[in-house]
């Protein structure tokens, strides 16, 4: 089981030497810089890039695209071909480039919902292990069928970075049912599926607060006592000011290393920001061939 970042970026380079990672539209220090990193690291073995000017980096293929519409077809034509296997942002919009990825015709669908996985270094254990949150970067307000699939990709990703059955906590506000907060009644819903056998791979249990999720004093303060309290490897998050909110947290407060992925689509997809560190983009790569190597086992 991995429990940093040090042993993630490890064991991409243990598994990533002929990923081939595809950034549409890489006209960006930003995106370069995380290009050259990553084959420096040697956390994938080759890149593509697709924009108007060549790259001049080693490693690197470059493909002349006119557009962030059209580097983002050829990218995700390429990734669903074989050509390549990850995916990450250029400089271009991300609904931009989440349009191509489904494409009904030549996109990456998989009739998955898509959704993002923020993982950190646990704040809450002295980052001995990862703690993720999902999601904070696609789903706005997802219904009850989309966070079912939602906690889905966030134990799929979990049990890719080698956790047998990661616990799983519904976050609300509070630890009882009200219809006076909508997410308590969906965390209700999923926790009886759960019960029921039609979610796997993890164990669930919510509605909790944040505090009862990652502290198992606060759990034992409010007569918590289950698998779950306290232990929570995976945080689901209500909707995305939730979760867009406490995936900053993590980086401008408690300051740990971050990376994150979307899961639900042939491959996996990465969407850095502009503001993401050098660091913190490496981190999401590595995740990206963790997850790519999973995704082929199948």
Do not use: C
């Not at 924009?51 to 995700?76: K, L, Q, T």
């Not at 271009?92 to 270094?121: F, H, M, P, Y």
């Not at 791979?201 to 779950?228: C, M, N, T």
């Amino acid at each position: 089981m991995l429990s940093n970042f040090s042993q993630v970026r490890e064991r991409a380079v243990e598994i990533g030497g002929d990923v081939i990672l595809a950034v549409p539209w890489g006209t960006d220090e930003y995106s370069l810089g995380a290009v050259e990193g990553a084959l420096r690291m040697r956390l994938v073995g080759g890149a593509v890039v697709y924009s108007p000017s060549p790259v001049d980096i080693p490693g690197v293929r470059h493909v002349r695209a006119e557009s962030p519409e059209e580097a983002a077809e050829m990218a995700v034509r390429d990734v669903r071909a074989g050509e390549a296997h990850i995916l990450m942002k250029g400089f271009l919009k991300t609904g931009t480039l989440l349009k191509a990825v489904l494409n009904r015709d030549w996109g990456l669908r998989t009739g998955r919902v898509l959704s993002d996985i923020l993982i950190a270094e646990d704040p809450a254990r002295d980052r001995r292990a990862l703690v993720g949150m999902s999601d904070g970067g696609v789903n706005v307000l997802p219904d009850l069928p989309t966070k079912v699939q939602i906690v889905e990709n966030a134990i799929a990703a979990f049990r890719a970075l080698g956790h047998p059955k990661p616990k799983v906590a519904l976050l609300s506000a509070v630890e009882y049912i009200t219809e006076k907060i909508p997410s308590t009644v969906d965390a209700a819903e999923i926790v009886a599926m759960y019960r029921r056998g039609e979610i796997e791979g993890g164990v669930i249990a919510g509605p909790y607060a944040l505090d009862v999720a990652v502290s198992e004093v606060a759990a034992r303060r409010k007569g918590i006592d289950d698998e779950v309290a306290g232990r929570a490897d995976i945080l689901i998050v209500p909707n995305i000011e939730a979760g867009n909110i406490l995936g900053k947290a993590y980086t401008y407060y408690a300051k740990v290393p971050v990376g994150h992925v979307i899961m639900g689509a042939k491959a996996p997809v990465l969407i850095p920001s502009r503001n993401e560190s050098h660091e913190d983009k490496m981190n999401s790569i590595a995740l990206g061939v963790i997850i790519h190597r999973n995704l082929s086992a199948r």
